[in-house]
């Protein structure tokens, strides 16, 4: 309701994880980078955790997004709460494999069949778990079994596993060291940077349509917001979404520090100390060298092309219209 107002093209701060404003910090973008290489790879498991907000289902449809544009095969499992029989129906359904008896052992052999056609055509499968802290461990013990699913040259089944902080207290509990040692790579998200979020805001105004000057957003406005958000993108998002609202009804379009905290009292959000982030993004790999040989440049990635920092020219950037 406040785009035309704003003079914006799209919704800056939309809650959905929408890669048209995928902003790669360089934690994101090692992130992404590596969990891309390490699946052409074929090394199997790979796990991201990071706290509430910081942007691990966005990475994971831009992740999405790149794959399907190389015409992998994905089954996404976005609802953890399933049996372990559910849980093996639900991701043969999700591949696109016909119905069949739906019994354990015909499931797993359709499944196998299915991976090793696609092995022998030189194609892989990905299974993505989202929510994975809130897994059962007879899931999770379905999920390492799968992770069996092998040639001589790599696995033919790659899982993700993306979960909050609480998934790598679980992961390293003595239940779990089987499926710990198959893990391939680890990595965690990490709040923005004061200077990070600035540049993000700015960077989905931009696209968003905004112009560069004059800045909706004030220098103090800012500060403000990474304050109060803590540098969490989703909290960034909504405080931003309701200062915008409340901009447009007071009819201003600079945006105050008073207006971002009116926001953020709506939202009963209180002033937080920034979570410590001296690192921009912690890996653990079991296997240092991913094959990169054949691999496309990291700028190709995701639907966000430019990367932060680049030479960007304004006339040249088309926003696409609103339903694209």
Known sequence: MYKSFFNLQLNPFEIS????????????????????????????????????????????RC????LGNDRVQCAYVFNPILGPLEFLRYVTADLGLPAGRNDKGDLLQRLNSFLIQ?????????????????LSSEVLEE?????NLETARGKLLQIALVGQPEFDEKLDSSEMRQLKQRIALRCTLKPLKWEETRAYIQWRLKRA???????????????????????LPRLINTICENALISGFAAGTRSISPYLVEEACADLRITPGTPVSNDEEASFETVEKSVDQTNCEPLDALVGSKERPGQQHNEESEQVPEEGQ
């Open 143 to 147: 999920s390492r079994l799968l992770s």
């Open 118 to 134: 696609r092995h022998n055509q030189g194609q892989t499968a990905v299974l993505i778990l989202d929510e994975a802290h809130l």
């Open 17 to 60: 994880p929408d890669p048209h404003f995928f902003y790669p910090t360089p934690c994101h973008y090692e992130a992404i980078a590596n969990l891309y290489h390490a699946i052409q790879g074929r090394k199997g498991l790979v796990v991201i955790t990071g706290e509430v907000g910081t942007g691990k289902t966005l990475l994971v």
């Open 63 to 66: 992740l999405l997004e790149k």
């Open 209 to 231: 349509g905004a112009s560069a000057t004059p800045s909706i957003f004030t220098a103090d406005s800012l500060r403000v917001v990474y304050e109060y958000s803590r540098g």
